[in-house]
C-alpha cells in the first residue's frame, strides 16, 4: 500500500508549484470564513454599545473589512476551482498518456485475453476519477483540518464546556463514518467492473453493427446489453443503498450537533454561565464546525471513486510486458532478409498443447515462401514469431544470424513488413493512412507507393483524391481498395521481409488479379513467406512448405509436390473439385 501511495504522490511533482498555490489560497480561504463571525462577535458585543457616531464609524469600517474578506474569499475560491480543475486535468493527462504509452508495450498475449471496451474504461472513466480526487483530496482535506481546528479553538475559548458537549458526538460520526466506508469501497469497486463490462458489450456492439442488421438480431443484441445493464443497475443500487445510509446518518449527526449545542447554550443562559451573544456566535461557528465535516464526507465518497479507479490503473501498469528489448539487444540497420528457424516450439499458453514443435527452417535472402496447411496447423503462428509478436517457448529464430531476441523490437519490425486478410486501416484520409507505412514521408513518396500498388487509378477517382475521408476501419472502400492501400503502406515502408498473411482470400476474382499484381511486385527481391488459402495464387512459389500438426510434413515446389502425391496435392485436389 505503501508503494501506491508513493506512486499516487509523485504525479504531483511536475506541478509543486500549482498544488503549493492551490493550498496556499484554500488555507487563505478557510482562515477569511473562520474571521467573520469573529468580527459579527465584536459588533454584538462592543459596536451596539458605543453612541451612535461611534457606532457608525466602527460599522462602516468593518462593513468595508468584511467585504474586502468576502471578495478576498470570492479569488480563492475561484483560484483553487479554476487552477486546481486545471492541475487536476494535467496530471489526468500524464496518467492517460503514462497508460496509453503502457498498452502500446503489451504483447499480443495480453490483448488476446481482453476486451477492448474494458480497456478504454480504465483510461477514461477510471482516470475522470482519480483527477477528482487528486484535485479535490488534498485540497479539502486542508479546509477541513483548518476550519475544524480553528472553529473549535475559537469554541474553546467563547466557552470550553459548550464546545466539549459539541465536540462529544464526533466520535460516533467518525466509527459511523468507517464502517460505511468499508462497505462503500467494495461496493465501488463493483461498480468499476460492471461499467467496464457495459463498456466492452457497446464496443462489441458497435463495432460489429453491420453483423447486426445483417442477421437482424437487433433484438437479441438489446437482450444482451439489457442483461449486462441490469448488472450494472444492481451494483448501483447495492452501492447507493450504502451511500444513502451514510449521508443521511452524517447529516443527522451534523445536525445533531446543532441541536445538542443549541439546548445546552440555552440551558447555560437561564443560569448566566453564557451570554445570548455568545450563543449566537456559537450558533455561527457551528456551522463552520459541521461544514468541514460534511466536506469530508463528500471527500470520502470522492476517495472510494478515485482510489478503486486508481487500484485499476495500477492493475494495467504492474502488467510487464511479455516481448521487450533484451538489455544487450542491438539495433540492426541494413537486414539482407536470411530467417532461420532452428528447433523452434512454441504454445501459447502454459499446460496448452504446442502449436509448433521443434521446426527447423533455412530461408535465404529474397526467396519466396509459401505455407500451406489446415486452419490450425500453426502457419500464422510461425509468420508471427518473426516479429516479435510472440516469442518462442523454445528454440530460437535467427535474422541474418543473429538472434531476434538480440535485436531491438523497432529495428526489427521496422525490418518487416505484414500484409493481412484482415486489413486495419484508421479513421482519416487516404493520404494519412499511407504515410502510416513511414511517418514523415513526403507526398510524392506516398503518391509512388500507391501506383506500385495499383491503388493511384481508384484513388483519384475518390471524391477528394488522396485527401479523402475512409471513415472508421475503411467502411467507404471496398475490400480490394482496403488492400491495395495496405499494400502501398508497405511499399512506402520498404521492408527487407515481407509476410502476406492470406491476403487475397476474402477478395473477389478480379479484385485478386490486381491486388495478387501488387504483391508480386512487392515481393520482388525480398525475403517473402505467403500464407495461402487458394493455392492456385502459390502456384509458380520458388519453396513451398506444407504445415501439419507434426510440423513441416512436405517441401518443395508446386510440381514437386503433386509427384510426392501426399498432403498438399490433397488439399489441391480438393480445392479444385470445390472450384469445380
Not at 70 to 88: E, K, T
Not at 406 to 421: C, E, F, H, M, P
Amino acid at each position: 500500500m505503501r508503494q501506491k501511495w508513493k506512486k499516487l504522490i509523485s504525479y504531483y511533482k511536475p506541478y509543486k508549484g500549482l498544488f503549493i498555490s492551490d493550498t496556499l489560497f484554500a488555507i487563505i480561504g478557510a482562515g477569511i470564513s473562520l474571521g467573520i463571525p469573529l468580527i459579527v462577535r465584536y459588533i454584538t458585543n462592543n459596536i451596539i454599545h458605543l453612541s451612535p457616531e461611534e457606532a457608525f464609524e466602527g460599522i462602516l469600517k468593518l462593513g468595508i473589512l468584511m467585504i474586502v474578506l468576502v471578495l478576498a474569499g470570492a479569488f480563492c475560491n475561484f483560484y483553487i476551482s479554476y487552477f486546481g480543475h486545471m492541475m487536476g486535468a494535467k496530471i489526468e493527462y500524464d496518467m492517460r498518456s503514462e497508460i496509453f504509452q503502457h498498452y502500446q508495450k503489451l504483447s499480443f498475449s495480453f490483448y488476446d485475453n481482453q476486451k477492448v471496451g474494458q480497456l478504454m474504461s480504465r483510461i477514461t472513466n477510471d482516470l475522470f476519477d482519480i483527477s477528482e480526487l487528486l484535485h479535490h483530496g488534498p485540497e479539502d482535506a486542508v479546509i477541513s483540518f483548518i476550519k475544524l481546528i480553528g472553529s473549535f479553538s475559537i469554541l474553546f475559548l467563547i466557552n470550553w464546556r459548550l464546545a466539549f458537549i459539541g465536540l462529544a458526538l464526533i466520535p460516533i460520526i467518525l466509527i459511523y463514518a468507517i464502517l460505511f466506508n468499508r462497505k462503500m469501497k467494495k461496493a465501488f469497486k463493483r461498480n468499476r467492473v460492471k461499467i467496464a463490462d457495459i463498456n466492452a458489450q457497446i464496443e462489441d456492439n458497435l463495432s460489429g453493427i453491420r453483423v447486426v442488421k445483417s442477421f437482424a438480431n437487433e433484438n437479441i443484441e438489446n437482450e444482451k446489453f439489457k442483461i449486462g445493464n441490469d448488472g450494472f443497475l444492481s451494483a448501483k443500487r447495492n452501492s447507493y443503498q450504502y451511500m444513502g445510509g451514510y449521508f443521511s446518518g452524517m447529516e443527522a449527526f451534523t445536525t445533531m450537533i446543532t441541536i445538542v449545542v443549541l439546548i445546552a447554550g440555552t440551558l447555560f443562559i437561564t443560569q448566566n454561565v453564557i451570554q445570548v451573544v455568545d450563543l449566537i456566535t456559537f450558533l455561527l461557528y457551528i456551522n463552520n464546525f459541521t461544514e468541514p465535516i460534511k466536506k469530508l464526507i463528500t471527500l470520502t465518497e470522492s476517495f472510494q471513486n478515485g482510489f478503486s479507479g486508481y487500484e485499476r490503473f495500477l492493475e494495467i501498469l504492474d502488467i510487464v510486458p511479455e516481448i521487450q528489448d533484451a538489455a544487450d539487444a542491438k539495433d540492426i540497420k541494413q537486414v539482407t532478409g536470411d530467417i532461420s528457424f532452428e528447433d523452434v516450439s512454441f504454445r501459447y499458453e502454459e499446460n496448452t498443447q504446442k502449436v509448433l514443435s521443434h521446426v527447423n527452417l533455412e530461408v535465404k535472402a529474397g526467396s519466396y515462401v509459401a505455407l500451406v496447411g489446415s486452419s490450425g496447423t500453426g502457419k500464422t503462428t510461425l509468420c508471427s514469431l518473426i516479429p516479435r509478436f510472440y516469442d518462442v517457448t523454445s528454440g530460437v529464430i535467427k535474422v541474418d544470424g543473429i538472434d531476434i531476441r538480440k535485436i531491438t523490437l523497432n529495428s526489427l519490425r521496422s525490418a518487416i513488413g505484414i500484409v493481412q486478410q484482415d486489413v486495419y486501416l484508421f479513421t482519416g484520409s487516404v493520404m494519412d493512412n499511407i504515410k502510416y507505412g513511414r511517418p514523415g514521408a513526403s507526398d510524392e513518396d506516398a503518391i509512388e507507393a500507391a501506383k506500385c500498388a495499383n491503388a493511384h487509378d481508384f484513388i483519384m477517382g475518390l471524391p477528394n483524391g488522396y485527401d479523402t475521408d475512409i471513415g472508421q476501419r475503411g467502411v467507404k472502400l471496398s475490400g480490394g481498395q482496403k488492400q491495395r492501400l495496405s499494400i502501398a503502406r508497405v511499399f512506402l515502408k520498404n521492408p527487407s521481409i515481407l509476410i502476406f498473411d492470406e491476403a487475397t482470400s476474402a477478395l473477389d476474382n478480379e479484385s485478386e488479379k490486381v491486388v495478387q499484381e501488387s504483391l508480386e511486385l512487392l515481393a520482388k527481391n525480398r525475403t517473402t513467406f505467403v500464407i495461402a488459402h487458394r493455392l492456385s495464387t502459390i502456384r509458380n512459389a520458388q519453396r513451398i512448405l506444407v504445415l501439419t500438426e507434426n510440423g513441416i510434413e512436405e517441401e518443395g515446389t508446386h510440381e514437386d509436390l503433386i509427384k510426392i502425391d501426399g498432403v498438399y496435392k490433397n488439399l489441391y485436389n480438393l480445392q479444385f473439385t470445390r472450384i469445380n
